[in-house]
């Protein structure tokens, strides 16, 4: 099922998630439509406070840059109560674009390897490093977690520039190709 994807103003963006445990309700129907709600908004990756819920549940899908990085093929993941445990140093900048932010992209620094603990769609335990776009899009996808959008690791001048974009959403007015729901 195709959930609306909420947009930046709707409270549930800002709150900290809450982890969750094995007897979830309906989890594995719930990563279902999260799939299809990100594959239906073109996405890459979606967490649960962008369908409305404040738990620590995100899927991400890679699959769809196999064709430039190969080794994504294949990749399509649910995380359950997933942590960033360790940073390295060293960063890069990209674009990003989210899809509770629709029509902004914005270049963000980020660490480049990340260590993550997480449980997988089975409830298995992993512990490991990433690096490279998988370790970006975990990081973007996990903010929303922590109640964090990736327009606040932008500059204040960056933020000023998108101020007008940011406010026509508060008021409930966007375009995009995808269910939503706006705070009016």
């Known amino acids: ?17 809450e982890d969750i445990t094995p007897d979830y309700p309906n989890l594995k129907q719930l990563i279902e439509n999260m799939f299809d709600t990100m594959d239906r908004a073109d996405g890459c990756g979606l967490a649960a406070p962008q369908i409305g819920l404040p738990i ?11 064709d430039d990085y190969p080794e994504y093929k294949g990749y399509r993941k649910a995380f359950i109560n997933p942590h960033i445990i360790e940073t390295n140093e060293e960063t890069d ?9 629709p029509g902004i992209h914005e270049p963000v620094k980020r660490p480049t390897k990340i260590r993550v603990q997480y449980l997988d769609a089975d409830f298995q335990e992993h512990d490991e490093w990433v690096e490279g776009f998988e370790a970006r899009c975990m990081q973007h996808e996990f903010d929303h977690l922590e109640g964090k959008m990736f327009i606040d690791h932008l500059s204040a ?5 998108i101020k007008g974009k940011l406010n026509n959403m508060l008021k409930g007015s966007v375009r995009c190709s995808y269910k939503v729901k706006t705070v009016k």
């Not at 620590?56 to 196999?66: A, G, H, K, P, T």
């Open 1 to 17: 099922m195709i959930l609306p994807v909420y947009i930046y103003g709707q409270p549930v963006l800002r709150k900290e998630a």
């Open 56 to 66: 620590r549940v995100v899927v991400i899908d890679l699959d769809i840059m196999s």
């Open 93 to 101: 900048t990209m674009d990003e674009g989210c899809l509770s932010l």
């Open 157 to 161: 001048l960056r933020k000023q520039m």
